[in-house]
């Protein structure tokens, strides 16, 4: 079992920062891909941003390229997500999911075993 708990969640203006954080424990971490997903009101579940815990590549959606950073830490099996220039509909509750590393759904919830509780991000105007 993995269990992940975010942090750092809040209200924000638009154009405005946030880092989330992750923290893991219960298994290796550095043997897990970490991902970050976000669903807004009536809306599914969204990718967002993985890093992969074999090379630490990192892959991330087409809105968020050049505004927002994905890190980890597998020391303090811990994991980021830097948010620049926050846009008004980025206002959702983002989660951090795990998987093991390897083949699969890396940019699907149905790839991930494990989620956090989720973290509140409100984007205003």
């Known amino acids: 079992q993995v269990q992940l708990v975010e942090s750092g969640g809040g209200l924000v203006e638009a154009g405005g920062s946030l880092r989330l954080s992750c923290a893991a424990s219960?298994?290796?971490?550095?043997?897990?891909?970490m991902a970050w997903f976000r669903q807004a009101p009536g809306k599914e579940r969204e990718f967002v941003a993985v890093?992969?815990?074999?090379?630490?590549?990192?892959v991330y959606v087409d809105s968020a390229k050049g505004r927002f950073t994905i890190s980890r830490d597998n020391v303090r099996n811990s994991m980021y997500l830097q948010m620049n220039f926050l846009k008004l509909e980025e206002t959702a509750v983002y989660y951090c999911?795990?998987?093991?590393?390897?083949?699969?759904?890396?940019?699907?919830?149905?790839?991930?075993?494990?989620w956090g509780q989720g973290t509140q991000v409100t984007v205003s105007s």
């Open positions: 890093i992969t815990g074999d090379r630490g590549n990192k």
């Open positions: 219960g298994r290796t971490f550095s043997d897990y891909d």
């Open positions: 999911a795990a998987r093991p590393s390897g083949p699969g759904l890396l940019y699907s919830p149905k790839g991930y075993h494990y």
